[in-house]
């Protein structure tokens, strides 16, 4: 990062960016650099090489990542400004042809203003198109003043026209505005998540992120979720 001046970041902050460095390594590991038998499901990937290559949806990278949170003036981290998205882990169970798609806004010095929109991606093979459909996971404000996810017409606002990516124009994205089980920034993305890929895999998720500065104090709260042990089948 050359002689930039690197931030402190707020705690939560901080382990949120681990998380997303972490899940920026996934990303190499299984879209770009998948092992034999880690593989992206077929049609995933295939939707995947196109969308990578398209401006508004280039895979944001590590070293991207590190310079949007340690350093530059505005205090500001937004994905969708700068054309970029994270590719989660692929499916590999029910709606495996999905490409899971994250998209990240958050003040560095707030964590609590984070904003989260999830898209996943697939082709329309009898209209020749690609399709979405995606959620906003936020803490709002007003009548919507707790953590809840709403649906989303795109990554960059409603009223964007010319997305490659086509979703339901009539969808309302205000209401409803769904309750989400978290309290903070950090447990918000945990329940993201947990919502894409459920319990088991999202306990592997995390344990191959590894070791995030306190991570393990908001994972307390899914105790009930993510026992110590789990439980023989």
Not at 19 to 39: D, K, N, T, Y
Not at 76 to 85: K, P, Q
Not at 178 to 183: C, E, G, K, M, T
Request: hydrophobic fraction near 35%; aromatic fraction near 10%.
């Amino acid at each position: 990062m050359g002689d930039e001046e690197r931030i402190q970041l707020d705690q939560d902050v901080r382990t949120l960016y681990d998380i997303f460095l972490a899940l920026c390594r996934q990303q190499s590991h299984f879209w770009f650099r998948p092992r034999p038998g880690q593989e992206p499901p077929r049609q995933a990937f295939e939707v995947w090489d196109v969308l990578k290559d398209l401006d508004q949806w280039t895979p944001i990278r590590e070293e991207e990542l590190e310079r949007i949170f340690m350093c530059g003036s505005t205090n500001v981290v937004n994905f969708a400004g700068l054309n970029r998205v994270l590719y989660l882990p692929p499916l590999h169970h029910h709606d495996n042809d999905c490409v899971p798609v994250l998209s990240l806004e958050c003040d560095r010095n707030n964590a609590d203003n984070l904003k989260l929109s999830f898209m996943l991606v697939r082709d329309d093979e009898a209209e020749k198109r690609l399709v979405g459909i995606g959620f906003r996971m936020e803490k709002g404000t007003g009548e919507h003043r707790f953590y809840h996810a709403q649906l989303i017409r795109n990554f960059r606002g409603s009223n964007v026209e010319g997305d490659c990516v086509e979703c339901l124009r009539w969808l309302p994205d205000t209401q409803p505005s769904l309750p989400i089980w978290a309290v903070s920034s950090v447990t918000l993305l945990l329940c993201t998540l947990v919502s894409i890929y459920g319990l088991d895999r999202c306990r592997e998720l995390i344990d191959e992120i590894g070791q995030v500065h306190s991570l393990p104090m908001h994972l307390r709260q899914f105790d009930e979720w993510f026992p110590q042990k789990r439980e023989e089948r």
